[in-house]
């Protein structure tokens, strides 16, 4: 064995890893992780903002449609009711004029 | 003390006076609605009322205008209609302690049908406070229905004329108007 392959046979024999790399790789790739996500969000706070007022906006508008169909309903309910109740009246004071014009005629 | 107690009563007595006055229908009605083959509950009370208005002037017709102007006026709108199959199914103990609330100083019988051959018992009452009007209760006991009406405000027959042609109100209805001195308005009986 000429002095270059013990060289080369030196080079490529197999080293163990020292102990806890595969802990320490795991721990670097999920360090790294976290900082590219909150790069990301970091990078564009304007349509973070964006997208907050539009959410408010959307449930500022959901609940006032909301409020406006459940008032919308109540308000129908009390106009009917309010015929109900005319319509009552003016049939037993018609029943009353129809009975004092039998008598007095 | 006791002289504030007593004109602190008297104003609050006094301004619930002013404010109306529900008629209590008795529980038993409860018992005769379970039995009526068609039964009306209304009950608006003066926000109930404004809300009935806010949605009849988007109508923006000539009836919807009169009937807000009515509205304007009145501080609730209570009303028991019963209707039954077969005759007979309520008898003097229910109508009675209604008749009992409208027998005040303040209530008037302004309209008293009594037809003693079809059993059909109307009579319109009106309340005055103070000779202003304080509202007016139609109560009718039929054969097979028995209906109260009251609309509780400063309410002017003139009000219900202003109605007339719609709602099953005749056209040419003129009410009497309310004698303070003399109780009793148009009283007819049939035996």
């Given at each position: 064995m000429d002095p270059f392959e013990e060289h080369l046979k030196n080079a490529l024999r197999r080293e163990e890893p020292r102990a806890g790399f595969a802990g320490r790789v795991r721990a670097r790739i999920t360090v790294q992780e976290k900082r590219t996500r909150r790069a990301s969000w970091s990078s564009l706070p304007r349509l973070r903002w964006a997208l907050g007022i539009l959410l408010c906006v959307g449930i500022v508008a959901g609940v006032s449609y909301r409020h406006d169909q459940v008032e919308r309903a109540r308000g129908e309910a009390a106009k009917q009711q309010v015929y109900v109740a005319l319509r009552l009246a003016g049939a037993k004071m018609q029943l009353a004029e129809l009975k004092v014009r039998h008598l007095s005629e | 003390m006791k002289r504030i107690y007593a004109v602190a009563l008297v104003v609050l007595t006094a301004t619930l006076a002013a404010q109306g006055q529900k008629i209590e229908i008795p529980s038993s009605w409860d018992k005769l609605a379970a039995k009526a083959d068609e039964v009306d509950n209304v009950t608006l009370d003066k926000s109930m009322l404004g809300l009935a208005a806010k949605f009849m002037k988007d109508d923006n017709d000539q009836d919807s205008v009169q009937i807000n102007r009515l509205l304007g006026k009145l501080n609730g709108i209570y009303v028991r209609h019963l209707e039954f199959k077969n005759p007979g199914e309520f008898t003097e103990a229910d109508v009675e302690p209604v008749r009992a609330q409208l027998q005040g100083p303040e209530w008037s019988h302004v309209v008293d049908v009594n037809n003693k051959n079809s059993k059909e018992k109307v009579v319109i009452y009106m309340r005055t406070v103070n000779g202003k009007s304080g509202g007016l209760v139609i109560f009718a006991e039929e054969p097979t229905e028995l209906t109260f009406v009251q609309l509780d405000g400063s309410i002017d027959p003139q009000d219900i004329d202003a109605l007339?042609?719609?709602?099953?109100?005749?056209?040419?209805v003129h009410t009497p108007k309310a004698n303070p001195e003399k109780p009793n308005g148009a009283t007819a009986e049939k035996p």
């Amino acid at each position: 064995m000429d002095p270059f392959e013990e060289h080369l046979k030196n080079a490529l024999r197999r080293e163990e890893p020292r102990a806890g790399f595969a802990g320490r790789v795991r721990a670097r790739i999920t360090v790294q992780e976290k900082r590219t996500r909150r790069a990301s969000w970091s990078s564009l706070p304007r349509l973070r903002w964006a997208l907050g007022i539009l959410l408010c906006v959307g449930i500022v508008a959901g609940v006032s449609y909301r409020h406006d169909q459940v008032e919308r309903a109540r308000g129908e309910a009390a106009k009917q009711q309010v015929y109900v109740a005319l319509r009552l009246a003016g049939a037993k004071m018609q029943l009353a004029e129809l009975k004092v014009r039998h008598l007095s005629e | 003390m006791k002289r504030i107690y007593a004109v602190a009563l008297v104003v609050l007595t006094a301004t619930l006076a002013a404010q109306g006055q529900k008629i209590e229908i008795p529980s038993s009605w409860d018992k005769l609605a379970a039995k009526a083959d068609e039964v009306d509950n209304v009950t608006l009370d003066k926000s109930m009322l404004g809300l009935a208005a806010k949605f009849m002037k988007d109508d923006n017709d000539q009836d919807s205008v009169q009937i807000n102007r009515l509205l304007g006026k009145l501080n609730g709108i209570y009303v028991r209609h019963l209707e039954f199959k077969n005759p007979g199914e309520f008898t003097e103990a229910d109508v009675e302690p209604v008749r009992a609330q409208l027998q005040g100083p303040e209530w008037s019988h302004v309209v008293d049908v009594n037809n003693k051959n079809s059993k059909e018992k109307v009579v319109i009452y009106m309340r005055t406070v103070n000779g202003k009007s304080g509202g007016l209760v139609i109560f009718a006991e039929e054969p097979t229905e028995l209906t109260f009406v009251q609309l509780d405000g400063s309410i002017d027959p003139q009000d219900i004329d202003a109605l007339s042609g719609n709602f099953g109100i005749p056209k040419d209805v003129h009410t009497p108007k309310a004698n303070p001195e003399k109780p009793n308005g148009a009283t007819a009986e049939k035996p």
